[in-house]
């Protein structure tokens, strides 16, 4: 799956706001891999950043290849 950090965390927000976390964490760590772009990003956005770290050690742990970059 490739990914902007924005379009992550417009995602976030939105699976928030409709109460949908399940099915955005399922769409984020069931990937083979994840790229993830701009990661400057998330910057002040706390949430976003706890979200993208939770995401980040859950496919780490399942041995998924993350690529970032900023």
């Known amino acids: 799956m490739y990914i902007t950090a924005e379009e992550f965390t417009t995602r976030f927000v939105q699976a928030c706001r409709f109460d949908k976390q ?3 964490r399922r ?3 069931d990937a083979s891999a994840l790229l993830i772009d701009d ?3 998330l910057a002040n956005k706390p949430a976003s950043q706890k979200e993208f770290i939770q995401t980040l ?3 780490v742990a399942d041995g998924k290849q993350v690529v970032v970059t900023a």
């Open 22 to 24: 399940g099915n955005f």
């Open 57 to 59: 050690d859950s496919l």
């Open 27 to 29: 769409q984020m760590r």
């Open 39 to 41: 990661l400057q990003f």
